[in-house]
C-alpha cells in the first residue's frame, strides 16, 4: 500500500496562541500572532517557494517533524517547533478557563477562541467570549433530549460528567469551588445560539443544594425573551406547581422570588416530565415555545 503523505497550506489570517522558538539561532526568534497559509509539499526540507518580501508571511506546516513549520523572514526559510500553550495538552492543564485567559490575553482584543481545554486535567468547554471571557463550564442541561432523568443530572450532585460541549445533552462538574470562582453564570441556549445569559456572586452552595442555583447580586449580561414579565428577569430554579422532583435541574425564567411557580424549562417528575420550554421567555408568535433548549452554568 502506498503512503499518503498530508500537507498543510495556509491561507488567510488565523490566531496561534502557540509560541514559536527557533529550531536554528537563537536571535532569529520572533513572536507571530498572525500567519497568511499558501499551498506548501509537506517536507521536513524549506519550501520550494522562493523566500522573498512578497512571501515574508508564507507558512510551512510539517506535522510529522514535531510540529516544525517555516517561516520566512528576512529572505531566509526559518525553522521554527511549536510549543503547546496552556490546556492545550493535558501536561499544560490550567486552573481554570480565567487562568488560560489571562495568561494567552495580551489585551482587550487578543483572546483565546472559545473551545475544549485542559483545565485540572480535564478537557472542559471554556467561554472565551461572553462577558469578557474566561468562563469554565461546570453544568448543563439540554431540556427534553436527555432521559431518563435523574439525580445525577442535579447541578449540586456529586456525579462527574465531562463538560466538554455546550451544544446538546448533559454534564456535571462536582466540587465546582475546585476552580476558585467569584462569579457565576446561567445561560440558556437555542441551537448552540445565547438566548439569554445572567451572572452573579458565586454562589457556594451550587455544590450542596438547589439554592446554589440562585444568582446573588445579579446582572444582566443578555436578555433576548420577549414574553411579559419575563426580560431582563435574572433565572431561578423552578417547581412548578410542587415539582421539587426536578430543583436542581428545572429553571424559570419569570418569576425568580417565587420558585414554586411558573415554568420556562421542564416541569412534572424524573419519570414524567413536562414540556414548557421557552413559555415564560418567547411568546406563542415567534415560533420558539417547545423548541430547543439548553441551560447552561459556567464559573469564573
Not at 488565523?14 to 507571530?32: A, C, E, G
Not at 451544544?167 to 469551588?177: D, L, T
Request: net charge neutral; aromatic share 12%.
Amino acid at each position: 500500500m502506498q503512503k499518503i503523505v498530508a500537507t498543510i497550506w495556509i491561507i488567510g489570517f488565523v490566531t496561534v496562541n502557540s509560541q514559536l522558538t527557533s529550531s536554528t539561532s537563537p536571535s532569529k526568534d520572533f513572536n507571530v500572532t498572525e500567519v497568511v497559509h499558501h499551498n506548501v509539499v509537506k517536507k521536513s526540507s524549506p519550501p520550494s517557494l522562493r523566500c522573498t518580501s512578497s512571501s515574508e508571511r508564507a507558512i510551512k506546516a510539517d506535522l510529522s517533524s514535531d510540529d516544525l513549520i517555516w517561516i520566512c523572514k528576512t529572505d531566509e526559510w526559518i525553522p521554527y517547533r511549536i510549543e503547546p500553550s496552556l490546556g492545550t495538552v493535558k501536561s499544560l492543564s490550567a486552573d481554570s478557563c480565567k487562568h488560560i485567559r489571562e495568561i494567552l490575553a495580551t489585551d482587550c482584543t487578543n483572546r483565546p477562541n472559545s473551545g475544549v481545554y485542559w483545565v485540572q486535567d480535564m478537557q472542559v468547554y471554556c467561554d472565551m467570549t461572553t462577558d469578557g471571557g474566561g468562563w469554565t463550564l461546570v453544568w448543563q442541561h439540554s431540556y427534553m433530549e436527555t432521559s431518563p432523568l435523574s439525580t445525577n443530572m442535579y447541578y449540586f450532585s456529586d456525579y462527574y460528567k465531562a463538560c466538554a460541549t455546550y451544544a446538546s445533552g448533559w454534564c456535571n462538574i462536582p466540587n465546582k469551588k475546585r476552580f476558585n470562582p467569584t462569579e457565576q453564570m446561567i445561560v440558556a441556549y437555542h441551537q448552540g445560539n445565547v438566548v439569554w445569559a445572567y451572572k452573579g456572586v458565586f454562589n457556594y452552595n451550587i455544590d450542596h443544594d438547589w439554592t446554589g442555583g440562585v444568582l446573588v447580586n445579579f446582572h444582566r449580561i443578555v436578555d433576548q425573551c420577549t414574553s411579559s414579565g419575563s426580560p431582563n428577569v435574572q433565572p431561578a430554579p423552578s417547581a412548578h406547581r410542587g415539582d421539587h422532583a426536578l430543583l436542581g435541574i428545572a429553571f424559570d425564567k419569570r418569576s425568580p422570588y417565587n420558585y414554586y411557580d411558573n415554568c420556562d424549562t421542564i416541569y412534572g417528575s424524573f419519570n414524567s416530565p413536562g414540556e414548557c420550554r421557552w413559555f415564560d421567555c418567547y411568546t406563542r408568535a415567534t415560533g420558539k415555545q417547545s423548541k430547543q433548549q439548553t441551560v447552561a452554568i459556567y464559573v469564573r
